[in-house]
């Protein structure tokens, strides 16, 4: 016996004809968002008949009509007595899109169970698409003031998705499975899944992904936006006698997600509607101290904040889709290697440039940090780009530095010798005079280095006078004698200092001179 043969009409009377659920979940939060009903016929001899073995009979011998009511009087009942509220997802035909009076049909279905009809979805598959489209529009703008939802079913595996989409009013559509299976392992399904989202969102359409079998396709989905999905990873389509076990396990799962994720994220952003997220993340954008652009892999302007157009002096608007080069000519040939390098994947961070005057403004000192950015296979799909206006921490160095060289020059100028030592008497600095007169070098009086330089005879006494000082805080007077080489007289310098007290009151320093004491006196 095939399937030919066999007769859906007295299947339909003797009641062969069951549906079974998938469960439809919500990918980032897990939770159970309802079943699409598919069609299944337990027949007396064959068993278990899938629908793509009786569909086309049922719809070739008018009995689809029949066949859905059917299966949607069991679906209605079944649901009533499930905990929550999931929506159902019922399969139609694009013939039945030829019955006027199907809307009414189901509604009078769904009345005596309570069943209400917003949260019934319609699923159209695109591949044969209805032919009379101002019949199926109708039929279709019926469904939906009973408030039932659309879904294009399939999507991307009919000849004109696009044009489909348009002449229905859809509220769904649902990424075909063939896309989601070899989204992880192909580039290009990769792409158009993460394209169809992205039409899905800017149209304000619900996504669900179908065929979600392995914990990588349901990250991938999440991370491209995806709001739902359905597929073996989540359930199997079970018989009524299950659901009311999988809604169970479906939803101590949830409990336990939205468990976990309380710790990371607050429930109230959880709520937040992407374009309110977005709203939030453009005012971080445009207040960042920094500024921020995204670059294609072209080199060309596909974001940026504020702050970046206001350093290269000119509005966002016109910085979109133009490339570095053209907008910052004058830097371009030095930051061009850096930006290629990043799009290889290696990430710059904080490079010194100095940004030339353009619009009789000042030249600017920035740090320029370049970060690849990867799309959710790792690939480079362009460079995040932060820049930092250093120019006034520069200004203030670059001051500092003349103070310091002014006080040196003045330091070696002055007939006496200055030096600083700690409060245990290591040196800090010395002039570099200390050096002349000593020989030592610049490493040698560091710390108690300089006591080296001393006469063998003057060593003790000299600590002694400092230890005094360092225990009671008044100043240092000390005689000691210091010579260049061996073959040089002994000299006598007199060394006077005095502490700096810091705000605790405790010495931070001893500042002293040293001064060559005159003999003939
Ligand atoms: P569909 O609407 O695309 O339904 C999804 C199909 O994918 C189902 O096959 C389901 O069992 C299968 N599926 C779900 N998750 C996974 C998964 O993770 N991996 C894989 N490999 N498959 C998965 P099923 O039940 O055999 O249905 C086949 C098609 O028959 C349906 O495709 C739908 O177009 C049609 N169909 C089912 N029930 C009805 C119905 O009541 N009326 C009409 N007109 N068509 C129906
Ligand atoms: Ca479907
Ligand atoms: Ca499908």
Redesign the pocket.
Known sequence: MTVDELDVGSALESGEFFP?F?PVVNLRTGELQGF?????WLHPQLGWI???EF?PLA?KNGW?DQ??GE?LRQAFKTVAVVPGTPTLS????PV?LHNIALPGQIQSIAEPYGFSLDRLII?I?ESAFADDVVLARSIAESFKALGCRLAL??FGTGYSSLTHLQSLPFDEI?VD?SFV?SMTSHRDSRKIVAAVVGLGQSLGLTTVA????TQEQAEMLRWLGCEFG????YG??VQASQLTFVAMKARQEEANLLYEAQGRISSSSLDNLPGQRLAQLQAVYDGAPVGLAFLDRNFRYMNLNRRLAKMNGYPIEQHLGRTVSEMIPELFPYVEPYIRRAMQGEAIRAVEATKPAVHGKEPLSILLSYEPARDEAGEVVGVSVAIVDVTEIKRAEKARQVCEENYRQMMELMPQIPWIIDPEGRALDVSQRWLELTGMTDDQWRGFGWLDALHPDDLQPTIDAMHRSFATGHSIDVIYRLRRSPRDAWKPMRSRGSARVGDDGKIVCWYGCLEAVDESA
């Open positions: 079974h998938q699409e009903i598919l069609a299944r899938p629908p793509d569909i719809e689809i066949l859905t299966l019922v399969n139609i035909s039945q699923e598959t079913d399939d649902k499975r299976s179908e065929g979600v079998e359905q597929g073996w990873l199997r389509p």
